[in-house]
Structures are given as structure tokens and as C-alpha cells.
């Protein structure tokens, strides 16, 4: 149960682009972008920094969802752990999901994705 109820979506129509790209890229609307719409420029500014870590460069989707599932889990946020783990398993991620604590010696991730888990894992 949320301290804070979220918005209903139905009265903040100028937040809805926003809300469409969240959509487009998670699959959901997560709660925490309808709490947001209180302050409409903390989520417009939320929006853009993670819309800018997510956008498509040379670190793949799939490597930027596993770090932020390592981050979720070294914090242990499990609401971040639920959204990212919803993400990687749309992206087909699930064996490395489930083997992410043992990336160390698993042969299923590359050294680069070693180096990365171990950087995200050692950050909180």
C-alpha cells in the first residue's frame, strides 16, 4: 500500500507523452510515475535523466537492465528489483536473472558484463 495515493491518470493529460514512453519502455505504468504527477517537473526531470540512461548508445539495453538489477538488489529496493526483473525477463534475460549473485564464476555473462555486475554490486 502506497503513503501516498497516486494520481489518476485521467487528469493530467499534459503528463500523458511522458507516460506513454514509460509504457512504451517497461511494458507498465509504474505507481510511482502517477506520485510524481504531484510535482510535474520532478517527473519531468526523472523522465528525461532516465530516459537518457536507457536511450539506445553502445552499452546494450540488456547489460543497462542488468546493472540496474544488481543496483536494485545491492540497495535492496524491491520495488526497483520487481521493475527491472520484469524488464530483463521481457528481454529474454531470465537465465541471467537467475544466476546474477554467482556472476563471478558463471560462464553464461562475458568479462565486460562481469566488470559491470561487479561495479553495480559494490556502488551501495
Aim: proline share 4%; net charge neutral.
Amino acid at each position: 500500500m502506497a503513503w501516498i495515493e497516486p494520481k489518476k491518470r485521467s487528469g493530467i493529460a499534459e503528463l500523458e507523452p511522458i507516460f506513454r514512453q514509460v509504457e512504451t519502455l517497461m511494458g507498465f505504468l509504474p505507481n510511482s510515475m502517477l506520485t510524481m504527477a504531484y510535482k510535474p517537473e520532478l517527473l519531468k526531470t526523472f523522465a528525461t535523466m532516465a530516459m537518457t540512461i536507457l536511450k539506445p548508445d553502445q552499452v546494450s539495453m540488456e547489460l543497462k537492465v542488468l546493472v540496474a538489477n544488481a543496483v536494485s538488489s545491492a540497495a535492496i529496493c524491491r520495488y526497483c528489483q520487481v521493475h527491472t526483473a520484469h524488464k530483463a525477463h521481457s528481454l529474454g534475460l531470465d537465465k541471467k536473472l537467475s544466476e546474477i549473485f554467482s556472476y563471478q564464476n558463471s560462464e553464461i555473462f562475458d568479462d565486460a558484463e562481469r566488470a559491470a555486475l561487479k561495479l553495480a554490486f559494490w556502488s551501495c
